[in-house]
């Protein structure tokens, strides 16, 4: 995943970082080393207990390491003040973790508050940081968590978590609780963010095709926190180091392919669409004359809203209140596994939304299946 953005993130060295519990005669981290590149992605992806959690909280001293060395920045981490340390850095996690009693705008405000900036400065950044991640401030600002859904809360978190505007940005399984769909949606969030946001982050996951398709890097960890391959998406997916990590690619590598493509590498279909006022009879007499079955029609914003049947348009009745509704729409930067599952959810093909919702095109099944036909040929061919 490259960025469009100027870099505004560190690089984060560990050297040889190791915890130890009390009473434990194993390590739950074991002289741990890496370097990770300012402004990338790195996902941690493992097994529950390899220890993946541990390592990247004690980037920010959520645990404090036993022995070994971390600079962020080229600065030490373990000579600054724990509470200072953690203000610098962004934190996210999963079902988001915001504070019942707050609303959206004291919640993405605390960090900032802390650090002392001016309640104007505060207010102009939560109202930025909400347009970020596209909930409208005037509607969202003053609610509480509660009156959110799950995929709200966690836009809510990350944007908390990017307040005051941290060089690097931890990440602990933060879409883990929420429905694929809606992951989805947010994994694209994130990705859009970054393109223009260049932070440093470590995310980690046990779920492999959400690193493939967030990570600039996934370091694959096995028991301890032990590397067992540090490398790119695709060298990953080509060339696991060994049986553990092919084991972590599973299965069917010409699909796992379709997280490393995009819905914006594919050619887009068009739709018939209409506005959700447009005379039905006249939709039904546009259809006909395309040889078309379906429409789709969009709002006054050109959003995808509703799925109707050619023959649900005789027999009257306002078009707005006609067909079925979108379930599933994906962006240019969803994955073509993404859209595939969506596709499966709205029967053939899935709308494409951009920046603001509006649609763009259609993603068919039969374009999927050329690129899975193409990945597998492609994959005999090198194995011949």
Known sequence: ??????????????????????????????????????????????????????????????????????????????????????????????????????????????????????????????????????????????????????????????????AADPPVLLMDEPFGAVDPITRGNLQDELLRLQSELRKTIVFVTHDFDEAVKLGDRIAVLGPRSSILQYDTPEAVLANPADDTVAGFVGAGASLKQLT???????????????????????????????????ALLLDARRRPVRWVHVRELVGGGALSTLGRPVEATVTQRSTLQDALEAILTEGGHVPVTGQHGEYLGVVRIDTVMDVIRTLREEHEHDHD
């Open 1 to 162: 995943m490259t960025g469009e953005g100027t870099v505004s993130g560190v690089e984060i060295c560990l050297d040889q970082v190791t915890k130890r519990y009390p009473g434990s005669q194993v390590a739950a981290v074991d002289e741990f080393s890496m370097t990770i590149p300012a402004g990338q992605v790195v996902v941690f992806v493992g097994p529950s207990g390899c220890g993946k959690t541990t390592t990247m909280k004690m980037i920010n001293r959520l645990i404090e390491p036993s022995s070994g060395r971390i600079t962020i920045g080229g600065r030490d981490a373990l000579s600054l003040n724990p509470d200072k340390l953690r203000r610098g850095i962004g934190y996210a996690i999963q079902q988001a973790g915001l504070f019942p009693h707050m609303t959206v705008g004291e919640n993405i405000g605390l960090v900032p508050g802390l650090l002392g900036w001016q309640q104007q400065k505060v207010r102009a950044r939560v109202e930025e940081l909400l347009d970020l991640v596209g909930l409208d401030p005037a509607q969202f600002r003053n609610r509480f968590p509660r009156q959110l859904s799950g995929g709200q809360q966690q836009r809510v978190g990350v944007a908390r978590a990017l």
């Open 260 to 294: 490393l493509l995009r819905v914006k590498d594919v050619d887009l279909d068009e739709a018939v669409t209409a506005p959700t006022d447009e005379d039905p009879a006249a939709l039904h007499v546009r259809l006909t004359m395309q040889n078309s079955k379906y």
